[in-house]
């Protein structure tokens, strides 16, 4: 089992409109570069829904249905796959105020279940998994600074979203 994480903080934002801002999956597509499509059966603001993705992997695509659950109160969203690519895939948005700005906090578990692959797929799926994430709160908020990026060695400040790969052209 492969666990991912990513923290940003959303400057001068509630925690409830990080998190339902976030939780509107449809808009991924137009966020992130890597989600080709999403389909949303049902979300928020229902305590429960249940959204179809597909992800661009490798020379493929990578999909998946899950069922979320959107707790308002302990401002949290989780996710459990239903069907799809994965044997396991489930995870969990946190949103905590600080003061003016919403600390966001996401963590997943997944499993692709082939052992003898493993070392090839789950560094490209954490990378890909990671940079959704990191691209759909930049792109949602206009101040954003996603917290402890290893690959830069500290934080890494987003104050604009970037395009996805078709706007860019």
């Known amino acids: 089992m492969r666990h991912v994480e990513l923290a940003a903080l959303v400057k001068g934002a509630k925690a409830e409109d990080v998190q339902a801002a976030l939780a509107a999956w449809e808009r991924y597509p137009e966020l992130a570069p890597h989600v080709r499509a999403t389909t949303v059966h049902s979300g928020f603001p229902e305590e429960t829904g249940s959204s179809s993705w597909e992800l661009h992997f490798r020379s493929g695509l990578l999909r998946w249905t899950e069922d979320d659950v959107f707790d308002v109160t302990a401002l949290k969203t989780s996710f459990t796959q239903s069907d799809g690519d994965f044997e396991e895939f489930d995870g969990v948005w946190s949103f905590r105020q600080q003061d003016d700005d919403v600390l966001v906090e996401f963590a997943g578990d997944f499993d ?51 395009q996805p790969a078709a706007a860019r052209g």
Do not use: C, H, N, Y
Request: proline share 8%; net charge negative; aromatic share 6%.
């Open 112 to 162: 692709f279940g082939i052992p003898s692959l493993e070392g090839i797929l789950d560094p490209i799926a954490e990378r890909v998994i990671k940079e959704t994430v990191a691209f759909a709160i930049a792109g949602s908020f206009p101040s954003v600074t996603v917290l402890g990026q290893e690959s830069g060695g500290g934080s890494d400040a987003m104050q604009e979203p970037a």
